[in-house]
Antibody, heavy 117, light 110 residues
């Protein structure tokens, strides 16, 4: 069974950092592009970043460029999102997604990040 | 600000057909496959349609997708109460080098 389990969310002060993790199981992580997508409270979906199968290609939402980095460790079946210089506008549920733009799209249940003093 | 525009809401009675539009541009819908996602209240999004009009296994054939130029549409026929959810279109944008979601449409079954 395919599973994606996000962790690492929580309450952080403005300007702080968090590292989100996504643990994958039930499929070969190294065969897929992986994505992070977020949803602010009461708002729509917003794509944040993605990374290709071997980590050599990465793309980011303009508003997080220079603050967020995405990485993966296929041997550990994990994908990561390092978030720095967080602001209130980054408050959202963050979803890890497999092949979001394709036929084998699959999403985790999300982890909540709250940026507040 | 999303580059894919959807109506904020749509509604119908059980059994009716509801159509949701998604308006984009040449750099996204005009040149890349469109996916549609369903998000039931309090849950993660789920793939409903991929590559404009393909259904993953397990998705009822009541759901169908289409594309015309720089716009895409999702149709729900034989509307059921369990179809009450948020629906989002999405596509890669070649100009932004980013994946973009539509503004989202809330479907209500009256």
């Amino acid at each position: 069974e395919v599973q994606l389990l996000e962790s690492g969310g929580g309450l952080v002060q403005p300007g702080g950092s968090l590292r989100l993790s996504c643990a994958a199981s039930g499929f070969t992580l190294g065969s897929y592009w992986m994505h992070w997508v977020r949803q602010a409270p009461g708002k729509g979906l917003e794509w944040v970043a993605n990374i290709n199968q071997d980590g050599s290609q990465k793309y980011f939402l303009d508003s997080v460029k220079g603050r967020f980095t995405i990485s993966r460790d296929n041997a550990k079946n994990s994908v990561y999102l390092q978030m720095n210089s967080l602001t209130a506008e980054d408050t959202a549920v963050y979803y890890c997604g497999r092949a979001v733009g394709g036929a084998e799209s699959y999403w985790g249940q999300g982890t909540l990040v709250t940026v507040s003093s | 600000q999303s580059v894919l525009t959807q109506p904020p809401s749509a509604s119908g009675t059980p059994g009716q057909r509801v159509t949701i539009s998604c308006s984009g541009s040449n750099s996204n819908i005009g040149s890349n496959p469109v996916n549609w996602f369903q998000q039931l209240p309090g849950t993660a999004p789920k793939l409903l349609i991929y590559n404009y009009n393909q259904r993953p296994s397990g998705v009822p054939d009541r759901f169908s997708g289409s594309k015309s130029g720089t716009s895409a549409s999702l149709a729900i026929s034989g509307l059921r109460s369990e179809d009450e959810a948020g629906y989002y279109c999405a596509a890669w944008d070649d100009s932004l080098n980013a994946y973009v979601f539509g503004t989202g449409t809330e479907v209500t079954v009256l």
